[in-house]
Nanobody, 119 residues
Framework: QVQLVESGGGLVQPGGSLRLSCAAS????????MSWYRQVPGKERESVAT????????NYVDSVKGRFTISRDNAKRTMYLQMNRLKPEDTAVYYC????????????WGQGTQVTVSS
């Protein structure tokens, strides 16, 4: 049974930092591209950042470039999102996603973690 468990969300002031983690189990982690998505009520889920299975390729949505950094530790089967210089518009539920690098139908989601940026 595949499980993706996010942690690290919370309340932070504008300009602050948070580090999200996504711990994976039940899959061969190194075979999966990993992504962070976020969603606010009434809006579609948005891709924030993606990292390739080997960790050598990363992509970011324009709104977080230069502020967020995605990384992974395949030995620990964990993905991270370091979020710096947070803004109120970063407030959302952040979800972890795993998609097999070849077989795209193998696609899994975590339960989400709330990030709130407010003074």
């Amino acid at each position: 049974q595949v499980q993706l468990v996010e942690s690290g969300g919370g309340l932070v002031q504008p300009g602050g930092s948070l580090r999200l983690s996504c711990a994976a189990s039940g899959l061969t982690f190194s075979n999966y591209a990993m992504s962070w998505y976020r969603q606010v009520p009434g809006k579609e889920r948005e891709s924030v950042a993606t990292i390739g299975s080997a960790g050598d390729i990363t992509n970011y949505v324009d709104s977080v470039k230069g502020r967020f950094t995605i990384s992974r530790d395949n030995a620990k089967r964990t993905m991270y999102l370091q979020m710096n210089r947070l803004k109120p518009e970063d407030t959302a539920v952040y979800y972890c996603n795993a998609q097999h690098r070849r077989f795209k139908e193998y696609d899994y989601w975590g339960q989400g973690t709330q990030v709130t940026v407010s003074s």
